[in-house]
């Protein structure tokens, strides 16, 4: 199993050390609130309950159960399971620990160790450590572009960087920084951390690609411009969004009073045009 090493140095020169660049795309048309695939303000607490095969029938709280296969979970593991995860498999798994210890083949991952497992990768080992383990567990659909070998991260060994918003040729630092985990040249998807504080604000802005993001620390606001008009509420920690490409959100009354320490995901490049109002 390779240990990411230079991930994150490979993805920063890729973006050309921007957290993300800003572009002046056609968007397709804001989706309708009634979108199957929108998911906004969920909170892992109040999710509800289903079993993961991938887990040997696990109960698990079920962040995203989407029609194209797609799942997202928080799993809890008692100290000592153990699971070689099936041959295979349909999906390929990216992983963060949330709380304790879990090993993947004898490797230890600790709070805010990553993995990406392709589905086309040797079947792993997991065993929980001895206080259990808390995961946040995203499976998609295998794609050509997964790779075939696992790739373990430790992300708090990894420095944060400021994030630079490059809008045509102007670029500004924002109250940001990033940690990138995965990023595929070929497709441009992408999974990084996020840290936001206090003093970070945008306007509304919308992306021609789909967006998910899980709050780890923190709390954030947002607002989200629906068909019916702006909604807004609010992520505390636990809390899952999966925004498909075309609706605007942000707005100067997003933000934080403390920081917001987030997990994103998107599928393709994330550009982003920006707008004054919520239209």
């Known amino acids: 199993m390779k240990t990411a090493t230079s991930v994150g140095e490979r993805i920063a020169k890729a973006v050309c050390q ?9 968007v397709p048309a804001p989706a309708s609130a009634a979108d199957p695939d929108l998911v906004l303000f969920r909170e892992t607490a109040n999710s509800p309950e289903a079993t993961l095969a991938i887990l040997g029938d696990k109960t698990v709280r079920m962040l995203n159960k989407a029609r194209d296969g797609r799942r997202v979970a928080v799993a809890e593991l008692p100290a000592g399971w153990s699971r070689e995860l099936p041959g295979g498999r349909e999906h390929t798994v990216e992983l963060l620990v949330l709380e304790g210890e879990v090993s993947v083949d004898g490797s230890a991952l600790g709070p805010y160790h990553y993995a990406h497992l392709p589905a086309a990768a ?12 808390r995961l946040l567990l995203f499976l998609d659909p295998s794609r050509d572009t997964d790779g075939l070998q696992a790739r373990i991260m430790d992300t708090q060994s990894v420095p944060w960087r400021a994030g630079v918003v490059a809008q045509r040729d102007t670029g500004r630092t924002l109250a940001v920084e990033v940690k990138d985990l995965l990023w595929v040249e070929d497709t441009g998807q992408r999974t990084w951390l996020l840290r936001m504080g206090a003093d970070f604000e945008f306007p509304w802005e919308v992306h021609d690609t789909a967006e998910e993001g899980f709050l780890l620390e923190g709390h954030f606001r947002l607002g989200e411009c629906l068909e019916q008009g702006p909604v ?7 809390g899952y969004f999966y925004r498909p490409a075309g609706i605007p959100h942000g707005g100067l009354e997003s933000g934080t009073d403390s920081i917001a320490f987030f997990l994103l995901r998107t599928p393709t490049n994330l550009t982003v045009k920006f707008q004054d109002t919520c239209e």
């Open 232 to 238: 807004h509420g609010e992520y505390r920690a636990g």
């Open 18 to 26: 921007t957290a993300i660049v800003w572009l002046v795309l056609c």
């Open 122 to 133: 040797p079947s792993p080992v997991w065993t929980a450590g001895a206080a259990g383990a």
